[in-house]
T-cell receptor, first 116, second 115 residues
Framework: NAGVTQTPKFRILKIGQSMTLQCAQD?????MYWYRQDPGMGLKLIYY???????DKGEVPNGYNVSRSTTEDFPLRLELAAPSQTSVYFC???????????????FGNGTRLTVT | AQSVTQLDSQVPVFEEAPVELRCNYS??????LFWYVQYPNQGLQLLLK??????LVKGINGFEAEFNKSQTSFHLRKPSVHISDTAEYFC?????????????FGKGTKLTVNP
């Protein structure tokens, strides 16, 4: 049981380049999330999805895009990389039943991205 | 909007000493509360959660937390820490954003356990 798998683990981008961070989960969870973690700042929600075909913005969506064509996969796209996007990115999933967020989030091990 | 304050960014302690990591949140209206732990170069994992019922919640690895509604706090405690407890700890609280409920994370507390 792999849980949440993120690839790549590390990446260095030049300003203006684009890339896709991959995230896959094998727990049949309906909710998936993308967070960024900056030192001393905690986690900020970028985008989330409540199921295949449904995505919505989080707290810091600018500069990012997502899609959710299957239950398992939730890729995060950076179109024009900027130094401000240097961060550690975490994907998470959970099985939510109803409107309350009561189920634990399962996190991947993160992707460390540097934009120079 | 819901906010979470973790009062200490770093907490150094000696092995076998007790520890308390403090967490306060802004709104007490029907919240759910969580503590997550992040070991170096890993993702976060759930330590414990409070949804309802007893205000004292026990989690993994000997940690516990107490929900205090009047003080809007959810402090994490362990009576005797080990070197292996060295990690970053995040408090999280449910909050409503854009019409739906989300988890709001604190900025984290780095616990360092020294021999």
């Amino acid at each position: 049981n792999a849980g949440v798998t993120q690839t790549p683990k590390f990446r260095i981008l030049k300003i203006g380049q684009s890339m896709t961070l991959q995230c896959a989960q094998d727990m049949n969870h309906n909710y998936m999330y993308w967070y960024r973690q900056d030192p001393g700042m905690g986690l900020k929600l970028i985008y989330y999805s409540v199921g295949a075909g449904i995505t919505d913005k989080g707290e810091v969506p600018n500069g990012y895009n997502v899609s959710r064509s299957t239950t398992e996969d939730f890729p995060l796209r950076l179109e024009l990389a900027a130094p401000s996007q240097t961060s550690v990115y975490f994907c998470a999933s959970s099985l939510q039943t109803g409107l309350r967020v009561h189920s634990p989030l399962h996190f991947g091990n993160g992707t460390r991205l540097t934009v120079t | 909007a819901q906010s979470v304050t973790q009062l200490d960014s770093q907490v150094p302690v000696f092995e076998e000493a007790p520890v308390e990591l403090r967490c306060n949140y802004s709104s007490s209206v029907s919240v759910y509360l969580f503590w997550y732990v992040q070991y170096p170069n890993q993702g976060l994992q759930l330590l414990l959660k409070y949804l309802s019922g007893s205000t004292l919640v026990k989690g993994i690895n000997g940690f516990e937390a107490e929900f205090n509604k009047s003080q809007t706090s959810f402090h994490l405690r362990k009576p005797s820490v080990h070197i292996s407890d060295t990690a970053e700890y995040f408090c999280a609280v449910t909050g409503t954003q854009g019409g739906s409920e989300k988890l709001v994370f604190g900025k984290g507390t780095k616990l360092t356990v020294n021999p």
